[in-house]
């Protein structure tokens, strides 16, 4: 067999071992997301249940720009400039911008969205520059989920 061949079959036999192994892994992922929201619903408070189906639709994502948009507001409750939104993701170490040409459109695009989304309400800042904030039902599900990270924590 030529080297090329050769270099091709080995790539292909690790290739079908990876998927073989992320087939197995997303078995357990649905076994143990369907074991979760089971018990979710046994919960009598339906802010608690709520809160833990949120913490499982987000468990399954990598943090991106709106992930960490949202933590960066949720800190600072009386808003920041696209700039500074930027500045706080990258002074936090919250995600690594590195690999954006330019961060900072991807941010104006996603706090963009996260306004129409009802999610950040814009306001004019003392510089002149628009400012966000997070609406009060992004920061009502922040405190559903904290407070159910919380009693996970008290479990323990």
Do not use: C, W
């Amino acid at each position: 067999m030529a080297p090329l061949d050769q270099t091709m079959s080995e790539l292909f036999l690790r290739l079908t071992k990876a998927l073989e192994q992320k087939n197995t892994a997303q078995i357990e992922i649905d076994r143990v997301s369907e074991a979760i929201r089971s018990l979710a619903y046994a919960y009598e408070d339906p802010r608690q249940t709520t809160a833990f189906m949120e913490m499982l639709a987000e468990a399954g994502t990598r943090v991106g720009f709106a992930s960490a948009i949202r933590s960066v507001l949720a800190l600072h409750k009386k808003g920041l400039t696209a700039k500074q939104v930027r500045d706080a993701i990258q002074d936090g170490e919250i995600m690594d911008l590195s690999g954006y040409s330019n961060p900072l459109a991807s941010i104006h695009t996603t706090l963009r969205r996260l306004v129409e989304q009802g999610e950040a309400a814009p306001f004019e800042g003392g510089s002149g520059e628009t400012s966000y904030r997070l609406s009060d039902p992004a920061i009502e599900r922040i405190e559903r989920r904290n407070m159910a990270k919380k009693f996970l924590r008290d479990l323990k």
